[in-house]
């Protein structure tokens, strides 16, 4: 992990905001959990705050998990850090911890719902060890914390 840290690039990329299988519902899936923002309004948002803090952002969304190794896998290049919402595949894929592992970023998880407050299959992430932070819990409000959070380790 020490890797990631060391990795800093010339020239300030963007930042990726990717996210996984089925955050294209945002907005109509089970808005008593996830709110009733929609995925546009979380990119929005997302914008309006990066270009606050000086920062460029990309986004990226996929159901498929191939998809989302793929544009971790290419961040290494393009991107200087990445904010994920993993969504269900942060519970059952080691294949997006190895790629976020390979890309050397500086990674943020991001869960708009607090992952500890519902099934205990939730409770276990396995992207978690290739992050440098995780927020859970307060909605879409955590994207804005962890573009801030990135906005400070990349300063550096």
């Known amino acids: ?28 899936r089970q808005p008593e959990i996830y709110g009733r923002e929609t995925l546009a309004d979380v990119e929005s948002l997302c914008r309006a705050e ?12 996929s ?7 793929d544009r971790i896998q290419a961040a290494r290049e393009d991107n200087s850090g990445i904010v994920i919402n993993a969504g269900a595949y942060t519970h059952t894929s080691v294949a997006l911890l190895d790629a976020l592992n390979a890309a050397e970023l500086p990674a943020i998880e991001v869960h708009l719902s ?33 573009l801030q959070a990135l906005a400070r380790l990349l300063a550096r």
């Open 50 to 61: 990066a270009k606050r803090l000086g920062l460029a952002v990309e986004f990226a969304q």
């Open 114 to 146: 607090n992952i500890y407050k519902r099934e205990s299959f939730r409770h276990h992430s396995y992207i978690s060890p290739a992050a440098v932070g995780v927020i859970a819990g307060l909605g879409t409000q955590g994207y804005l914390l962890a």
């Open 1 to 28: 992990m020490a890797a990631k840290a060391a990795r800093r690039p010339s020239a300030l990329k963007p930042v990726l905001v990717l996210n996984g299988p089925n955050l294209n519902m945002l907005g109509k």
């Open 63 to 69: 159901n498929h998990e191939g998809v989302l190794v």
